[in-house]
């Protein structure tokens, strides 16, 4: 064989020989002491990787070059993984290889412009666009396979963070009992938080479809979880009875077989700090569409790289509500994708101080927010009391006694973590009587809505239905109508709606609407008010009252400065 010109020296130092040529010259290499020594003052030019890539970058034209000759083809052609495995029999290879690996894109180009001038191989041109596309996403630590997870991440930002981070792994164990199989497929565990993504089979394999409505009704008695370590030391939960939003079941979209269980770890644990580098979880279903039996899987959970992704920022900042409720920010606990605060209530007898805490970056503008009303069903307020709340958040009751202390764990994604936020109470709230009533026609509100103002609220009442149904053999009847509402300035909410008719029968009411904000800051409600007693005929007259509404005081001066940057 001659001896090698620029252009296969070129090829052999960027391997972009198909295998058997790469043997041949190879094999040259090895004997030629005029091609060694050539091969040397090439590797030599690029000793230095740092200074190499120091160098300029490629001009736009050398780059629409090299794109506009990638082929459509897949970089598979090429067959990399067998050049791979070709055993390199000089060092001088070894150490080109050991270049090309830290070389850029820009490097590859320009070499093989000044080698080739022009591209013409359809081989390289895939080579370079598989190169290039490596190259073009360095924020991807790996390339993640396919998770059972990906549609949950569609809607819950700290799953798809989860799976950013790799904290999801497949686990594919299996339990059978009573020839049905429950199978766990994947979980996903942070210094948080556990999901874990299981199905059941029944007796002729075939997943059971709407498990979630048919299967897991309550925990303890269809289903338990355990946490344990390596040892085996069984962590108790501390919020057994007071948990609020826990032990979810959600249901995947698209796919009814499968059910997501979630735990908050920091339910077994005091102090985040605590937590082993590894858990072990320990999860039974015990009954499935009736029948009784043990389906047990125990699988470990690897946190330690959530744990060093996770930093505990002290606070320890009070603020004394006007009820006397002492509220002690005691820590921020910084995670991927979210932000936890630990908030220590002592409270002031028989009472709990209503307020909403908020987020708010160096402009003013809130990121985040969080309200605690003591209104009942929160899925009432989703705005404007809240904002950017992860879905699992809990209350700890250290002392249940009129004077005891309870612990708010509340968790907000979206919030940047490379800069100082401020953490503040926005707003206190507090429930008066309200003596609001208002006598209406049915017959006239079908034809017109009758709107009414009392104490600065304006309430329209509009579109009166009667809904009969057969409940057990019996035909009952319901009423609903239609409730706009703008509230006056200071008042948050109204509730304790009631109705009697001309008859005196007497019906409760329950607002079913939403509330929402307008450009003043005033309250809007917008929604059906349903009327809940059996009608035994559709009244001709209704008195609605309202006693109760929720003042808002935004006159607070209280806040703390969260120093997240350092």
Not at 181 to 193: F, G, H
Not at 252 to 264: D, N, T
Request: with cysteine.
């Amino acid at each position: 064989m001659k001896c090698l010109d620029k252009g296969q020296i070129a090829l052999y130092l960027y391997d972009l020989l198909e295998p058997e040529e790469a043997e041949v010259i190879a094999a040259h290499l090895e004997d030629c002491r005029h091609c060694q020594r050539r091969l040397k003052q090439e590797l030599d030019a690029l000793e230095d990787p740092e200074e190499s890539l120091a160098t300029d970058e490629p001009s736009e034209a050398v780059i629409h070059d090299i794109m506009a000759n990638l082929p459509p083809y897949p970089i598979h052609i090429l067959k990399r993984s067998e050049r791979q495995k070709l055993q390199r029999k000089t060092n001088w290879k070894k150490r080109s290889l050991d270049i090309v690996k830290k070389a850029t894109i820009a490097v590859a180009g320009i070499a093989a412009v000044v080698y080739f001038g022009t591209l013409t191989s359809p081989s390289f041109a895939t080579y370079v666009h598989g190169l290039y596309a490596s190259t073009i996403k360095p924020q991807l630590k790996q390339t993640q396979e396919s998770s059972l997870f990906d549609t949950l991440a569609s809607t819950n930002l700290l799953i798809q963070r989860g799976l950013q981070e790799g904290y999801n792994k497949k686990v594919d164990l299996k339990a059978v009992d009573n020839g049905m199989t429950l199978e766990v497929k994947e979980v996903m565990a942070d210094s948080r938080d556990v999901r874990i993504l299981f199905t059941i089979k029944d007796q002729n394999g075939k997943p059971i479809e709407d498990l979630f409505s048919r299967v897991l009704q309550d925990e303890g008695t269809s289903y338990e979880l355990k946490i344990t370590d390596k040892d085996g030391k069984t962590y108790t939960n501390y919020d057994e009875e007071f948990q609020i939003g826990h032990n979810d079941l959600t249901q995947v979209k698209g796919q009814s077989e499968l059910i997501m269980l979630s735990r908050p770890i920091q339910t077994f644990f005091s102090d985040t700090s605590e937590i082993p580098d590894e858990l072990y979880i320990d999860l039974v279903i015990k009954d499935v569409e009736g029948i009784d039996g043990k389906w047990n899987v125990t699988f470990p959970i690897d946190i330690s790289k959530a744990k060093k992704d996770t930093k505990i920022v002290p606070i320890h900042k009070q603020y004394t509500a006007p009820n006397g409720e002492l509220i002690d920010l005691k820590q921020v606990m910084v995670t991927p994708g979210q932000i936890e605060f630990v908030i220590e209530n002592t409270l002031a007898e028989y009472t709990s101080q209503g307020l909403t805490y908020e987020i708010v970056d160096d402009t003013g503008a809130v990121l985040a927010k969080w309200s605690e009303m003591n209104r009942g069903n929160k899925e009432r307020y989703p705005q404007p009391y809240y904002k950017n709340v992860a879905r699992n958040y809990f209350v700890r009751v250290v002392d249940d006694t009129p004077t005891g202390k309870k612990v708010n764990f509340l968790t907000f994604h979206s919030l940047p973590t490379d800069k100082d936020l401020t953490f503040r109470v926005a707003a206190t709230y507090q429930t008066t009587s309200a003596d609001f009533e208002q006598k209406l026609s049915i017959d006239a509100m079908k034809n017109k809505p009758v709107t009414t103002e009392h104490d600065g609220n304006v309430f329209t009442f509009s579109n009166f239905t009667v809904k009969e149904e057969t409940i057990r053999n019996e035909k009952r009847m319901s009423a609903t109508m239609q409730l706009d509402a703008t509230l006056a300035p200071g008042v948050a909410d109204v509730d304790k709606f009631a109705a009697v008719d001309e008859n005196g029968n007497k019906y409760t009411g329950y607002f079913k609407g939403s509330l929402t904000r307008d450009a003043k800051g005033n309250i809007v409600l917008s929604g059906p008010l349903n009327l809940v007693k059996d009608l035994k005929a559709i009244p001709k007259e209704l008195t609605i009252s309202i006693k109760e509404q929720l003042k808002e005081n935004k006159d607070v001066d209280w806040s703390v400065t969260l120093p997240l940057k350092n």
